[in-house]
């Protein structure tokens, strides 16, 4: 198909015109927030720290693999190495 075919027929479609629905959510809450308990904020910051462990638990797991990963393969230490920053890179 022709880039002016797919132009023409794209102009041939008819799009439904009506107003999408959207709900009305207020800008702030109704009612005022209280603050946390001691309690609560040790909780919450206690739970972020076990995020983050877990976040960089895979990470950790594959800077000590790769080098077997690697010698299964038959690749240089620092081959693998590159590799992986590389790649953890993007």
């Known amino acids: 198909m022709q ?3 797919a132009m ?5 479609l008819k799009y439904n015109s009506r107003p999408m629905a959207t709900a009305t959510i207020p800008m702030r809450p ?7 308990t001691p309690s609560e904020a040790g909780h919450t910051l206690f739970a972020s720290f076990l995020g983050w462990t877990l ?10 693999v790769l080098p077997k990963i690697g010698a299964d393969f038959h690749h240089a230490r620092d ?3 590159r590799r992986g920053a590389i ?4």
């Open 30 to 36: 109704t009612e005022p927030v209280r603050a946390m």
């Open 87 to 90: 790649r953890m890179d993007g």
């Open 79 to 81: 081959a693998s190495g």
């Open 3 to 5: 880039l002016s075919e």
């Open 8 to 12: 023409a027929s794209a102009r041939r």
């Open 55 to 64: 976040d960089a638990f895979d990470f950790f797991v594959l800077v000590f």
